[in-house]
């Protein structure tokens, strides 16, 4: 898929400023207190830090220490007391064409209110607040006024269904659910309110709930529980920020990893806000008139960092779109682009390789002109996709940014920066590291790998934006990021450095799937497919995919109590209805046994060699053979189905 021997061929991007980022990258590394201390003054600080980092309690670092600062005033009021009080923060779009342009003032206003009316429901400093909203303005006025009263918040996407709510909010206490009566996709009116409902019957912290009325579908409301929005807010209220420091905790948001649960990944206040502020500057070079479209949902970490607080930091305007990019018409996306003018526009491989799909009419019927920069995140860019998206996306004049990090990383570390000179690119390579990050490819053994050699991509030097630490779980933030000491922080990405210096992300390296972007955890779908209660056993693996970048393939062996057997469309429902779309296997396989090691453990890698028609390797640990003949019928007999369709 890499092509690493492609000659820089995009001369126009060919300049001597790599020359400016080489010098910055280096002064970052050699002498980074001097390199963060200009950096952290891009927020504006109650008072200032006393020191830049802290490695006292490492592998936790703090960062900004004794800073005091409040992240919604710097994403807010510094610009809805200024120039920019006109300005529009953000530009609300549905599939419908429906608009709402909110100015900074009007940000103001709004996070004032809800601020004002948390305080009022008893909401404290600390506490902890979900969100589980569509893509509305409310959403980021939500994080923002749980950001202004010091309130840790933990944004629930909103594809999720109501038992991974009740996991989230369970790890958390938190306190209060902000929500709203529904939302739409793809035209389809997608129930969030009755999902909190049944979520908050496993829940026992939950004491309140405010429910924004944005699509005005009937929902029950629970009397002295829950509160419709409009009720609850007052547009004159003003709440002081409260003054926190650098290293409180500003949110927690749930990733997947190896295991089964969710991991509830935890940022900091004045470090994230410096990094992803920095960031996106170095990588994006956003300019002040320009309107910034960052296309991911804000239940990501993409949309945290880059729809609300990186471009606010900034005082830029952005889009946030509720829709799905190619609903009602396969040229929704660009029709937006043309008709908003966007300048930068921010999404995923899946989503350049399904618009790919329909053809080069749509883009080509839309002005895109106003595009300068393209970029590109959440999954390796296959150089096809790239080249279509350079070309006909951005006219061959428009850099791609290609840009490598994680939920834990807070912002990118890997990544072209036009703002800071280099712009030497090659499809399909997230290019080099940003400043303060220093990245190293070892192998296996712990030795470091040699140029155009594939290994485990490890970051040597902690930076402001990474996590602060796991919620409750010390014990999996050390060992599973920090494990191997000195090599510093580990990423569960393969990678290769080749001959230029340039990364090439290669997947991940651990049972964390990558599907259209998402990362899923194998475990937590197994886990999913056993709690329906209809499935004894299960084995889940990727499986390459065309557009998705990959998709789950499930060998399951049903309960022997169930009385009938449930077909694989009853698996999948219920997987669906518990957990949301996102864990549904793509493909269920009902077989009559696994293959497992003497102690039980299912092997999914046999399973997967199986399936891929390669010979199983050792098969001296397997419990029987017999499991792996029936896997083979079981695919047989698919690819059968599938072919005679
Ligand atoms: C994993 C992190 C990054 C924010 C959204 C996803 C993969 C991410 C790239 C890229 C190749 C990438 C990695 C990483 N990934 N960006 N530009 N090229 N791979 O955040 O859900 O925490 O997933 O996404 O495998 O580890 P996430």
Redesign the pocket.
Known sequence: MTDQSNPLPFDSFMNPSLGKYTKIYRDSIENPEKFYEDAGWVLDWYSKWETIIDRTGEPYYRWYVNGKLNISYNAVDRHANGPRRNKAAYIWVDEKGNEKIVTYRGLYRRVNALAKALLEMGVKKGDRIAIYMPMIIEEPVAMLASARIGAVFTVIFSGFGAEAIADRINDCGAKLVITADGGYRRGKFIPLKETVDKALEHTKTVESVIVVKHTGQPVSMTEGRDYWYSDVINDKEEVEPERMDSNDPLFILY?SGTTGKPKGVVHGTGGYGVWVANTMKWAFDPQETDRWWCA?DIG???GHSYIVFAPLILGLTSIIYEGSLDYPGPDQVWKIISYYEVDILYTSPTAIRSLMKYGDEYPKSHNLSSLRVLG??????NPVAWEWYYEKIGNSQCPII???????TGGFVI?PVTGIGTTLLKPGS?TLPLPGIDPVILKQDGGEAAPGEKGLLFLRKPWPGMMIGLNNDDKKYRTLYFGRGKDGYY???YAIKDKDGYYW?L??ADE?L?VS???IGTVEVEDALLSTGLVAEAGVFGKPHQIKGESIVSFVVLKSDSRMEPSVDAIKEKVRQKFGPLLVPDEVHIVGSLPKTRSGKIMRRIIKAVYQNDIPGDLTTLESEASVDEIKEAIDKFRNEMDGN
């Not at 590109?376 to 860019?381: D, F, N």
């Open positions: 990733t991911a990501w970490i993409t590109s995140v959440g999954e390796p860019i290609d840009t490598y990090w994680q939920t834990e990544s997230a990423t569960g990405d992300l997947g991940r964390v990558k972007g998402h990362r």
